[in-house]
Nanobody, 124 residues
Framework: QVQLVESGGGSVQSGGSLRLSCTASGYTYSTYCMGWFRQAPDKAREGVAA???????TYADSVKGRFTISRDNAKNTLYLQMNSLKPEDTAMYYC??????????????????WGQGTQVTVSS
């Protein structure tokens, strides 16, 4: 059974940094695309960043240049380095793994496995 466990969320002031981590198990981690999504209160879930098995990355325009997604296949771990954080980045952040039969698409990938989420709060 696939399990994704996020960590690293917290509260920071505007301009600060946080690093999120997501450890995967029960999954052939290295062969699939992984991603980060977020959902703010009363807003729809949105894709933030994704990284393919070959290391190719893609970002939402709102975070481009501030966030960096990376993966360590030896540790089955996904990261999201978030710099220059803004209050509008406040949301629950979810780790996601590619699942070929899912109906949830983002940037050409289907994401069907989800972590429990980690809260990021940025104050002005």
């Amino acid at each position: 059974q696939v399990q994704l466990v996020e960590s690293g969320g917290g509260s920071v002031q505007s301009g600060g940094s946080l690093r999120l981590s997501c450890t995967a198990s029960g999954y052939t981690y290295s062969t699939y695309c992984m991603g980060w999504f977020r959902q703010a209160p009363d807003k729809a879930r949105e894709g933030v960043a994704a990284i393919d098995s070959d290391g190719t990355t893609t970002y939402a325009d709102s975070v481009k240049g501030r966030f960096t997604i990376s993966r360590d296949n030896a540790k089955n771990t996904l990261y999201l380095q978030m710099n220059s954080l803004k209050p509008e980045d406040t949301a629950m952040y979810y780790c996601a793994a590619e699942e070929p039969l899912s109906n949830t698409w983002w940037r050409g990938f289907r994401f069907g496995y989800w972590g429990q989420g980690t809260q990021v709060t940025v104050s002005s």
